[in-house]
């Protein structure tokens, strides 16, 4: 018997790009997930495996569209929100100041955020900008989960040893932490389990009263 597929894609419509932080974004009403990671790390292809198509995160790649935010609708149950990669070497400081404000403003000001995903690289140790995102996810309180993209490219004890060893080097949880390779499919279902495990959770942003919680400690 196999296990059902944790999310089945029933429909998938490209809702538009964000550009600047004031810029336009979709309306609010369902729940937000958003991928953040830096450029090359596999996550175009994480989210063609993840949404089992093709060629569905190509909008995101497209010259001149790689700066900007673009929004999916999943199933009507959810939106993606594919956030530029970041750290390219050859990208100006004036570049990086233009859209770290705009991916910093979107993760901190995106009242429907449910969760984000963050990908590193099996093979490579996080860069300076890796764990500035992540000091910047840890701040804001925001559920994370990281995927370790590209899995296939070692041998499977030697992957299992790497992604031991990043989770020791973040301190991250086993549990928050799923194994991915996008060119066997390997951790799609857990990947998606782990997205519907978001979905269903509280609002990270509202306190057990439901009332909006102004940052850890504050309502004490
Ligand atoms: P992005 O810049 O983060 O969107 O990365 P891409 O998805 O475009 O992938 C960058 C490169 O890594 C491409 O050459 C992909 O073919 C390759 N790649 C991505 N995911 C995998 C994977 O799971 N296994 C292998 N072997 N290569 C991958």
């Known amino acids: 018997m196999t296990t059902p597929d944790p999310l089945v894609i ?37 989210l063609n495996t993840l949404m089992r198509r093709k060629a569905f995160a ?41 859209w770290r404000p705009l991916i910093e403003g979107y993760l901190s000001e995106s009242p429907t955020l449910r969760g984000v995903v963050q990908l590193l690289d099996v093979r490579h140790d996080p860069t300076e900008d890796d764990l500035v995102m992540m000091d910047f996810l840890a701040e804001v309180g925001v559920p994370t989960i990281v ?10 004890r030697e992957a299992v040893e790497r992604v031991q060893a990043l ?29 519907m495990a978001l979905l269903a959770a509280p609002d990270w942003r509202l306190d057990d009263n439901g009332e909006e ?8």
């Open 213 to 220: 919680t102004e940052g850890a400690g504050d309502d004490a």
């Open 10 to 46: 029933r429909h998938l419509e490209y809702l538009g790009p964000m550009a600047t932080r004031d810029g336009w974004r979709p309306e609010i009403t369902l729940p937000e997930i958003a991928f953040v990671g830096r450029s090359n790390v596999g996550k175009s292809s994480l």
């Open 58 to 98: 190509r909008v995101s790649t497209t010259p001149g569209r790689t700066r900007e935010i673009h929004f999916f609708d999943v199933n009507r149950q959810f939106v993606l929100a594919d956030l530029p990669g970041y750290g390219y070497a050859r990208i100006s400081k004036a570049r990086k100041a233009e």
């Open 147 to 156: 995927a370790i993209t590209k899995t296939d490219k070692l041998k499977p």
């Open 167 to 195: 989770c020791a080097r973040l301190g991250l949880d086993p549990d928050q932490v799923v194994s991915f390779s996008a060119r066997t499919g390997a951790g799609r279902d857990e990947l998606a389990s782990a997205l």
